[in-house]
């Protein structure tokens, strides 16, 4: 429904009420500014009550208004240019102390994340990680500072990790190359999403390899092939998405996977803090 709201509403414009053409036309010309309205608010704008506004979302096929409204914010996140992006946050977060908006809009994702994300997905995707014989890490744009630190963290546990690089298309493939049915590939994908990580998910699917999903949405495009989906909270926090949701799930992660290998990993560790010493690569306390 979300990515077909646009559509939907052209296609039935014909056949709606004149109080629903009203709502139909500020939505597809405006909506950007009519995701984060009230209903009350696009009511009062396009000359119609309220209670019309709440009707047509539910005549559409959603089961309100506050659903209707995340798919057109759904929408403004894979559509919208920097500038409009940095226009809509500001009308959104307006005057005030910034600071104490943004931080608090971050620690709701988190929960909202917390409420959402599928326990067993997670877990199973614990098992998945340690148990695969080669584990390939990839984000694009944005998402590649949360493949980065994900790789961080599993190459002090792990020796059979690949970061896939995505300078260019056949690069991307190129790694993936040797990828078998005995891998899993852990695809990060928040909007606007990359069509190379979209086709890096569907040829890990097509040679069988495990794929586990890290994403906003299930319906993003990275989610139909994979084998756990980890849904994490984003929202728009300027011409860039807030991550902190995301980066607390992939936290998550690391400590599960930590746990589940620490009687493994006990010498591992020792012989790195041994070398870390040897070649002072942490500054020491005076």
Known sequence: ???????????????????????????????????????????????????????????????????????????????????????????????????????????????????????????????????????????????????DFLSYGLNLVFDNIRLVKTTSGSEVFESLFPMTDRDVLIAISFPRYSSRLVNAVDYAHEIGADVIAITDNAGSPIAGHANELLVAKSDMASYIDSLTAPLSLINALIVGIGRKKQAEIADRFDKLERLWEEYDVYAKNK
């Open 1 to 147: 429904m979300t990515g077909d709201l646009i559509r939907l509403l052209e296609e039935r414009l014909p056949s709606f009420s004149k109080g629903q053409k009203l709502i139909a036309r500020y939505l597809i010309a405006h909506y950007d500014k009519a995701a984060y309205m009230t209903a009350a608010r696009l009511g009062a704008l396009v000359g119609v009550s309220e209670s019309t506004v709440v009707r047509f979302a539910i005549e559409l096929g959603f089961e309100g208004y506050p659903e209707m409204q995340k798919s057109l914010q759904e929408i403004i996140r894979s559509r919208l240019t920097y500038n409009q992006r940095i226009e809509v946050t500001n009308n959104r977060l307006g005057d005030g102390d910034l600071l104490e908006k943004v931080l608090l809009s971050d620690a709701e994702k988190i929960r909202a994340t917390l409420d959402s994300v599928s326990r067993e997905d997670f877990y199973r995707a614990i098992d998945r990680i340690v148990t695969a014989e080669k584990i390939y890490i990839m984000g694009v744009r944005a998402s590649a500072a949360l493949a």
